[in-house]
């Protein structure tokens, strides 16, 4: 079963444009991640948040985590075509299982 | 090596067959892991290894899926009399340890495509 969902599924921004997806999760985590997936490719981890921590930046990414109502968002600023790609939310809780959402598909537009 | 390696890339096979697919973790990851991921979808969790043995295959689809780990460095994932509905890409990713519960970034391979027709 996946712990997170991402919404949107699928996003279409003209390059510069900033694009921003959220996940939901269920249950209690230790530290939640974000990964981006080229098509046909591996996953590439882009950025982690622990629980206790409530925004982190990266270069062009912002993500933040409200453990409250079980959510985060990434934000990429500026976006290039280079970040057409899928981009999954994981989460970690205790049991070290690192637990994937279904991804949003990002679509950056030249 | 300097990432994640997985061998074979692509497999089709027919349906009955058995199949086994390789990773090889980077050098000095003790935590390897092992993912499957239907079209459009994330990727689903199979089984972990801490070192040699397997510390949680909650995730393993039902007895036809096997993996192992004998020298706790490269697994292979075994599937016995695969059926259409295995058909799928096989992600193996690992990490220096799975004790790492605040850090554990996970390095992915790029997985192999297993078609069965």
């Known amino acids: 079963s996946q712990q997170g969902e991402e919404d949107p599924q699928a996003l279409s921004i003209q390059e510069g444009e900033n694009a921003t997806m959220n996940c939901s999760y269920k249950t209690s985590i230790n530290n939640l991640q974000w990964y981006r997936q080229n098509s046909g490719r591996g996953l590439v981890h882009l950025i982690l948040?622990?629980?206790?921590?409530r925004e982190k930046h990266s270069g062009r990414l912002r993500v933040t985590l409200d453990t409250s109502k079980k959510s985060s968002s990434l934000l990429i600023t500026a976006s290039r075509a280079a970040d057409t790609a899928s981009y999954f939310c994981?989460?970690?809780?205790?049991?070290?299982?690192?637990?994937f959402g279904a991804g949003t598909t990002v679509t950056v537009r030249a | 090596g300097a990432g994640v390696s997985q061998t074979p890339s692509n497999k089709v096979t027919e349906k009955g067959k058995y199949v086994e697919l390789r990773c090889d973790p980077i050098s000095g990851h003790t935590a390897l892991y092992w993912y499957r991921q239907s079209l459009g979808q994330g990727p689903e969790f199979l089984i972990y290894f801490q070192g040699t043995g397997a510390a949680d295959d909650s995730g393993l689809p039902n007895d036809r899926f096997f993996a192992v780990r004998p020298e706790g460095s490269v697994s292979t994932l075994k599937i016995q009399r695969t059926e259409r509905g295995d058909s799928a890409v096989y992600l193996c990713?690992?990490?220096?340890?799975?004790?790492?519960?605040?850090?554990?970034?996970?390095?992915f391979g790029e997985g192999s495509r297993l078609t069965v027709l």
């Open positions: 994981a989460t970690r809780s205790n049991d070290y299982k690192l637990s």
């Open positions: 948040i622990r629980s206790n921590e």
């Open positions: 990713a690992s990490s220096l340890s799975i004790q790492t519960v605040n850090t554990g970034e996970l390095f």
